[in-house]
């Protein structure tokens, strides 16, 4: 039996008077790789960003409801705890631009000020960066600026920056829709190495990616979740006739 | 039935016709026109292009000769104090010696001491306009007010300095021992203070704002404060900006010239600590220049001027090269 990692409860995202997340009732599987997928516009990205407590950082952007995790509420919690134990990767690569790659990794405790010993720091670029898949071509270039990378590497550095912090879920953000199509199958690959570990939430634009990388798929059409269900299930029979135009393409 | 059918196609064919000729006369019009335009837009370009050129060239004319003024003007003294002239510490007109030093000193201690009393105070408003609360009343109110001080006159300032803050100068040193004047450096850096805020402030905000969100949003998912979002990413983003906004209220403050002069009490001494009376090489100049009938103090005063500009662009210069050891990092 899978255990449930994170619940969203009648959750409900506004940026200012436009209700933008509808009511959405979601539960997600631990070590899964959930795909969020709909057109744009949708509230796919605006759910993402609830998560996380990253949807407030817009002013005046609200929200209501319950997102669970661990049976805990993270709308009641602190936003700089959530975003410790929930991690996010971006649409575009966004290393730190003044920081060596070996900085970029352990950012997330600089920034919090913990101070760690420089083996135990070594222990956690090391160990981040293979998580990738990236140790092995950055090992010897690791005082060089991470913008040094070509896209698909930042993006890699991106998400071990994430990674290094130990967060329970990775939350992505149309990781792959700035990479070329190498680079995007390189991270396709790299989800099934990370859900053994983190609970990965991917929301995209490539209805392939999704059937590729995710073990369940969710569906927002209009803000609203309209289907969620094993990702096979979706694209071979879906329930929902609005699934069915998305998926057929009658509508993008 | 027949009248209409008539009608119909008497009608298409008039919309046509009409169509057909209004559309050839348009050709041919645009063709005329196209030919004379073309030709017109070429000789306009060239008139727009050597105009800027002029107008580039001249900006150039013009600081090389006022350059070459101050140092014409400045022979007769150069020639009778020779470089003495800059460590000179004695200034007495009567005597025909005259020494820039005390003066130098004066402006680069007020200039100094005003930089480091207003930027904790620009920085702040340019973080708080930047980053905290871009919009919303309270922004406009903060940004107008800051910008009303760029425009105030710096008569008003001298004017204030001398009604409010000198006798509040004045009590302080009563109360903490020292000769109680009012006057002075200390006074005339406070006023600089409140005078340079702008600059580095309006800067500093326009440099905070232009911080990629991205990078700011990636600080804040791994956790960061507000706190800790500006100061490892955006200062080290915006050093160089931040900088180059101090080297304008640096350079304000190097000039600035007639509320130095009314509260700083002009005396022609090197000044012994931040407290003392002294003078600034701009309010010297302005103070004494209608008065200078003799040859030498006149040229004198043009050599302070001199001074004064070299100053400033060594350290525009200097100011420079930093910005782009920033910039390149």
């Not at chain 1, 600026?145 to 994430?162: D, E, M, N, P, Y």
Request: charge should be positive.
């Amino acid at each position: 039996m899978e255990s449930t990692i994170v619940k969203s409860v009648d959750y409900n995202a506004y940026f200012g008077d436009n209700h933008v997340v509808k009511n959405v009732n979601i539960e997600i599987p631990r070590n899964n790789v959930i795909a969020v997928m709909g057109p744009s516009g949708c509230g796919k990205t605006t759910f993402l960003r609830g998560i996380n407590r990253m949807h407030e950082l817009i002013p005046g952007a609200t929200a209501k409801g319950k997102i669970m995790l661990n049976n805990e509420d993270v709308m009641e919690m602190h936003p700089i705890f959530v975003r410790l134990k929930i991690g996010m990767v971006f649409q575009r690569p966004n290393p730190f631009p003044n920081l060596s790659i070996y900085d970029n990794v352990i950012a997330g405790y600089k920034l919090n000020g913990i101070k760690l010993p420089k083996a135990e720091k070594d222990k956690i670029v090391e160990h981040s960066l293979t998580r990738v898949a990236l140790w092995k071509e950055v090992k010897d270039s690791l005082t060089k600026k991470g913008s040094f990378l070509s896209g698909g590497q930042q993006q890699r550095l991106c998400i071990a920056r994430a990674v290094a912090m130990e967060p329970e879920v990775l939350l992505f953000d149309e990781p792959t829709s700035a990479l070329d199509p190498i680079s995007t199958s390189t991270v396709e690959e790299l989800f099934h190495e990370l859900k053994k570990n983190y609970t990965l939430i991917i929301v995209t634009h490539n209805m392939q990616q999704a059937a590729r990388v995710s073990d369940r798929t969710a569906f927002f059409y209009m803000g609203e979740l309209v289907e969620y269900d094993n990702t096979k299930q979706m694209f071979t029979n879906p329930t929902d006739i609005r699934t069915q135009n998305y998926i057929t393409g009658r509508f993008s | 039935m027949e009248t209409s059918v008539e009608n119909e196609l008497i009608t298409r064919n008039d919309i046509s016709l009409r169509v057909i000729t209004s559309e050839k006369i348009r050709d041919i019009v645009k063709g005329i026109k196209r030919v004379k335009r073309s030709h017109r837009q070429i000789r306009a370009e060239n008139v727009f292009r050597r105009t800027l050129v002029i107008i580039g060239l001249a900006m150039v004319v013009l600081v090389v000769g006022i350059m070459l003024t101050l140092i014409v003007q400045s022979i007769p003294s150069l020639k009778a104090l020779g470089i003495g002239y800059l460590w000179g510490q004695t200034w007495d007109p009567v005597r025909d010696v005259y020494g820039a030093l005390p003066f130098l000193a004066g402006t680069l201690l007020t200039s100094f001491l005003a930089l480091a009393l207003s930027i904790p105070f620009s920085f702040a408003v340019a973080i708080f306009l930047g980053e905290y609360y871009p919009k919303g009343w309270l922004a406009n109110l903060l940004k107008n007010t800051v910008e009303l001080i760029a425009a105030v006159p710096s008569v008003i300032y001298g004017f204030w300095g001398l009604a409010v803050l000198v006798p509040i100068v004045r009590s302080m040193e009563a109360s903490i021992g020292i000769p109680s004047i009012g006057y002075g450096i200390f006074t005339s850096s406070l006023i600089l203070a409140v005078m340079v805020i702008p600059y580095a402030a309006s800067l500093g905000r326009s440099m905070i704002q232009m911080v990629p969100s991205n990078l700011k949003e990636a600080a804040y998912s791994l956790g960061a404060t507000r706190w800790e979002v500006i100061r490892s990413v955006i200062l080290p983003y915006t050093r160089s900006g931040l900088f180059a906004g101090v080297l304008l209220s640096l350079g304000r403050a190097l000039g600035e010239t007639m509320a130095v002069t009314m509260v700083i009490g002009n005396t022609p001494l090197m000044p012994k600590n931040i407290f003392s009376t002294g003078n600034t090489m701009a309010s010297v100049i302005a103070n004494e220049l209608g008065e200078a009938d003799k040859m030498v103090y006149n040229s004198a005063l043009i050599e302070l001027g001199l001074v004064l500009f070299l100053v400033t662009v060594v350290i525009n210069m200097i100011g420079k090269k930093v910005i782009s050891r920033f910039t390149n990092e």
